[in-house]
């Protein structure tokens, strides 16, 4: 037996060859001692028997000696026999080979009978090559696709971090790792611990972030797709694949998370409008923007089926991420129909999307109109669709169901209303067309759909009176809070008309109101919910008062039967019978005055009250009102 050093060569700082430092010991039929290594992108042995066979592997040739590799590799001993490698001048090109020119080192030193280390890293190529090879057991015992395998199904599988390195090694070896099933047992053993993990974690922290999250985002997209349908295969609950599935658009779509905020950059000429995003990046390749399109496309078709998987604003957020990169039809359609399930859970900035063409210079302009088109900053057709959608559902709901979440809609369309209003390139039938979306039975109140056809009015101070008319008949008067008739009553944007109708509901109003009368409207806004219940106090109040009237009448009545005794006594005496006539008279009248006494008694020139005489008579006499 006899020692080989085996490597690629190396310079000193003096610029002479040496050979690595690597020494090891090998049967001394195949080679002797190596003492040269040469040329930049060679690599062989030179051994006291010569080479007599070449391979390039990439931009790398090795000689090598024929009888190692034929013995163990099958496809290199097909090779040989034809006339063109069994000539040793001859150079074997083994192209698209697994796991590259390294790899292929590592193979070789097998093949002489030397050592090799299997580790996460290099397992994956190994037993790929080794399939390229065709090193079987037919060939050799313990040769290396069977060494191969046994490591990675025993060693590496068993193994979270492991299986994770294995898993990123095979995104460079398609088709091989596919079809040799490394990717399938990998994602099957992530999913696997993956939802053991939520089993044993639900109870103690239902609400936290898996600590796998990171690892399975780190993936490209299809293997990612391959991980969460073998979750999903597990019976993980869809809330976690959604997490998993954010998470995972939160690393590679890094424009998510930019919102706008409300419409800047108006001008009053429309033919001028431009709006710009500014990315912080510069421009994407086509090649990128490629990527990032199968991206939200992968996406969008593995988010589950279920309502409260994703938020309305991550779904939201990924439409906007779609229009941008053009996603196909089919799919952003599905989107806005998943959204318009969700509806009511959205924000108006959620509704924000703008209306996308490419720009230069990293930017992505939303829109640059002309004076022969229409064209707003924000795709509002998007959003009509969206609440087109929303209907279509809500007439499949139960009616009671049906009522309430219109009623939360109606919310956020009116504030979606009033935002896109200020928009001077809105036409008034678009404006129009959106307001008269939902019926109108589902508002409750009006006062929103009204502080926006007041913004669009400001914005559009050129219409004529004709189609401030028009867009006023959307609105129902009698609808609008009292806060709200006041401001409308004062506004000198609307037609005389609508002023009209809403000072006639004012009026309506107050009469009910005095009428005691409570308004028959379902979710009125809070400051409607607080003049109602101080109106309700009062007319309590007022009824308080009347019994007490009530109860001191009764007494005042029980005190006239007695001073009508007392009279009676005393009529049967002669004297001073005519004074007390006429005071007895003027007692009587005062006593069937009406209940108002209160009034007549302010007067100065009003008779005593009751009170006063019967305490003048008798002035023992308990009083009965205070």
Not at 375 to 399: A, G, K, N, P
Request: net charge negative.
């Amino acid at each position: 037996m006899k020692s080989l050093q085996v490597g690629q060569a190396q310079q000193d700082s003096d610029g002479s060859d040496k050979v690595s430092d690597k020494s090891i010991v090998v049967p001394n039929k195949f080679i002797a001692i190596a003492d040269s290594f040469k040329g930049e992108h060679s690599w062989f042995i030179a051994p006291q028997i010569p080479t007599d066979f070449s391979i390039q592997v990439q931009e790398t040739t090795y000689n090598v000696h024929k009888y190692p590799l034929i013995s163990k590799c099958g496809y290199i001993g097909r090779l040989e026999i034809q006339p063109l490698i069994s000539n040793s001048g001859n150079v074997l090109n083994l192209e698209n080979f697994p796991g590259g020119s390294e790899t292929f080192e590592t193979i070789l030193k097998f093949c002489y009978g030397l050592p090799i280390d299997f580790s996460p890293d290099n397992i994956a190529a190994l037993r790929c090559a080794s399939e390229f090879l065709e090193m079987t057991e037919e060939l050799e015992d313990g040769n290396l696709i069977s060494k191969s395998e046994a490591f990675l199904t025993f060693v590496v599988l068993s193994s979270w971090k492991d299986t994770i390195t294995v898993l990123k090694s095979s995104e460079n070896l398609s088709p091989w790792a596919e079809n040799l099933q490394i990717v399938r047992r990998c994602c099957d053993s992530i999913a696997w611990k993956a939802s053991k993990d939520e089993l044993t974690s639900e109870d103690a922290a239902p609400n936290q972030e898996s600590w796998w999250f990171n690892d399975v985002a780190a993936f490209r997209i299809d293997h990612f797709m391959r991980i969460i349908s073998a979750i999903r295969a597990k019976g993980t609950k869809p809330e976690t694949i959604g997490k998993c599935i954010m998470q995972y658009a939160k690393r590679w779509l890094p424009g998510m998370e930019v919102e706008l905020e409300g419409l800047r950059g108006y001008g009053h000429e429309k033919c001028n409008l431009q709006f710009s995003i500014f990315s912080g990046k510069k421009k994407e390749s086509s090649g990128n923007s490629k990527e990032q399109r199968t991206i939200i496309e992968s996406l969008i078709s593995i988010i589950p089926p279920q309502q409260d998987a994703v938020s309305c604003k991550f779904m939201l957020q990924l439409l906007k991420m779609a229009m941008m990169y053009s996603v196909s039809p089919a799919l952003t359609t599905d989107l806005e129909k998943r959204v318009s399930l969700v509806l009511e859970d959205a924000e108006v900035s959620d509704l924000l999307i703008p209306r996308y063409q490419n720009g230069d210079q990293g930017k992505t302009v939303i829109c640059m109109t002309n004076s022969s088109e229409e064209c707003t900053m924000l795709d509002i057709d998007v959003v009509q669709r969206i609440v087109e959608y929303f209907l279509m559902h809500e007439q499949q709901q139960i009616q009671q169901q049906q009522k309430t979440r219109k009623f939360n809609i109606s919310r956020l369309l009116d504030n979606y209303l009033a935002e896109i209003a200020r928009d001077p390139n809105l036409s008034i039938t678009k404006f129009q067309v959106f307001a008269e979306l939902l019926p109108e039975n589902t508002r409750s109140y009006d006062d929103g759909l009204y502080r926006a056809i007041d913004t669009y009015l400001k914005t559009q101070p050129s219409l004529t009176e004709h189609d401030r008319k028009r867009l006023c008949k959307i609105m129902n008067c009698e609808k609008l809070s009292l806060d709200a008739c006041l401001h409308a009553a004062q506004n000198e944007r609307l037609p005389l008309r609508t002023v009209v109708q809403v000072l006639f509901s004012e009026q309506v109003k107050m009469r009910a109101a005095m009428h005691e009368k409570e308004p028959a409207q379902i979710g009125i806004q809070s400051e409607q919910e607080e003049n109602q219940t101080s109106a309700t106090m009062d007319i309590k109040a007022l009824k308080a008062e009347l019994e007490n009237v009530k109860s001191q009448m009764v007494e005042l009545q029980n005190d006239y039967c007695e001073l009508q005794q007392e009279y009676e006594k005393l009529s049967n005496k002669p004297k001073n019978s005519s004074g007390w006539s006429l005071n007895w008279r003027k007692i009587k009248n005062s006593l069937h005055t009406k209940p108002a006494g209160v009034e007549i008694g302010d007067r100065q020139d009003a008779p005593k009250s009751p009170n006063t005489i019967l305490r003048r008579l008798n002035p023992r006499r308990r009083l009965s009102m205070s």
